[in-house]
């Protein structure tokens, strides 16, 4: 069986049960390709049966791993309550790994307080045995090659050898909703896990500017998605049509302001759908003086375009920071493949590091600003990887 801890839920005293629920709902998301599955919840553990064959459980822990709101995951055998069968059970289940190393240790855990031996009890008692049936075995209470874990749960006993961690954070869906504003590159996906991994649903935005970015380009940042997606039971991409704003812009605006025009269209489009979606916040990968879009009077400039709260959560986060993370939720192989972005195509020689908000708005006056933003939404279409 496959046996999930989820720590933080029970730690903050928040409702319980919807967390639990929630979770179980994302579990079985995320593992729906994975056979028959009979999933129970007790004790703070989520159980996961397989009822098709034990291979399951293998294919099992290795999805939860992506799953946001699971602290640990341990790949147990489950068995009748007694010493006699645990043993009989270790040695069925690990005793080619027994027969192969030097030094083990019990550990035991008595969730079920009414189990007649207490926790240092079972330990001796299932050592013991262990080393009278295995004569190449010492115990090794500091550094043993292996930890036998037994527990007496409600109904059962299970033995394991160790836990692996889960991606932690809170279940998807259990603390809102939010748009991520997400293009092609190394830093809005990872803006997307943490915001994601914090249990608020997510919804993605992609200003498209077809053909001045190409098709390949979009099915990058659709890849992107899968793949933050599969940490939070899919993510939806509502893919905006940018072209013709973006050929307005340089055709009406001082060519400084592009960048800045371009991003408080993109600030107001994306406020505009996620209104319509239910979302509370814009989220996105800025991060503070990285580019010259992101100095701190240009993120005002930015901010000022909208009134939903903006979260960045990359902003105070250097470059290689971004880049571990991306490493590690392996999103970066994908972000680093050479197609263009829309900022890219059209970015200004000078842009201006300095803006003043009033200068960038009168720019942005030049243009119809609702006829753009309309056609904008209408022309808008949600695709999922
Ligand atoms: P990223 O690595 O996320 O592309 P960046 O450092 O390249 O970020 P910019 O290109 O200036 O920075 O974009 C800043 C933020 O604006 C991005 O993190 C993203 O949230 C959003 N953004 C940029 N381009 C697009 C786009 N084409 N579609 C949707 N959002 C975008
Ligand atoms: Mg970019």
């Given at each position: 069986m496959v046996l999930v801890r989820y720590g933080e839920i029970i730690l903050k005293g928040y409702n319980r049960p919807v967390f639990e629920d929630a979770l179980i709902k994302n579990i079985r998301k995320a593992i729906a390709d994975a056979g028959e599955v009979k999933i129970t919840k007790a004790q703070a553990t989520i159980y996961i049966e397989p009822?098709?064959?034990?291979?399951?459980t293998d294919t099992i822990a290795d999805k939860l791993k992506?799953?946001?709101?699971?602290?640990s995951i341990v790949i147990a055998y489950r068995t009748e309550k007694s010493i006699d069968a645990v043993c009989a059970e270790i040695k069925e289940s690990f005793g080619e790994l027994l027969c192969g190393v030097k030094t083990f240790k019990v550990e035991a855990k008595?969730?079920?307080?009414?189990?007649?031996?207490k926790s240092p009890e079972i330990c001796a008692e299932v050592g013991g045995r262990m080393l009278a049936a295995y004569h190449n075995l010492k115990v090794d209470?500091?550094?043993?090659d292996v930890i036998l874990h037994v527990e007496m749960r409600e109904g059962y006993a299970y033995v394991h050898t160790g836990r692996e961690k889960g991606t932690g954070g809170?279940?998807?869906?259990?603390n809102g909703k939010a748009m991520l504003l997400l293009s092609?590159?190394?830093d809005s996906p990872v803006a997307g896990y943490m915001i994601g991994k914090r249990g608020v649903q997510l919804e993605a935005i992609h200003f498209f500017s077809y053909p001045y970015t190409s098709e390949r380009a979009k099915d990058k940042v659709m890849k992107l998605a899968g793949i933050i997606g599969n940490y939070m039971g899919g993510l939806k991409v509502h893919v905006v049509p940018f072209t013709d704003i973006q050929l307005e812009i340089r055709d009406k605006c001082p060519e400084e302001h592009l960048t800045l025009v371009m991003r408080r269209f993109m600030m107001q489009i994306a406020q505009r759908i996620a209104e319509k979606r239910g979302c509370q916040a814009l989220v996105t990968g800025e991060s503070i003086?990285?580019?010259?879009?992101?100095t701190m009077s240009a993120l005002a400039v930015t901010d000022d375009a909208v009134t939903m709260p903006v979260f960045r959560?990359?902003?105070?986060?250097?470059k290689e920071e971004i880049v571990e993370i991306s490493r590690k939720i392996d999103t970066f192989e994908t972000s680093i493949l050479p197609y263009e972005d829309c900022c890219t195509v059209f970015t200004p020689k000078h842009p201006t590091t300095k803006p003043k908000v009033e200068k960038i708005i009168a720019s942005q006056n030049l243009l119809d600003v609702e006829k753009l933003i309309n056609e904008a939404v209408e022309g808008t279409v949600i695709e999922e990887y």
């Open positions: 009822m098709e064959n034990d291979e399951q992506k799953v946001f709101g699971i602290v008595r969730a079920d307080k009414k189990f007649p031996l209470v500091k550094n043993p809170m279940p998807s869906g259990t092609g590159g190394i003086g990285q580019v010259a879009s992101q959560p990359l902003i105070g986060m250097d």
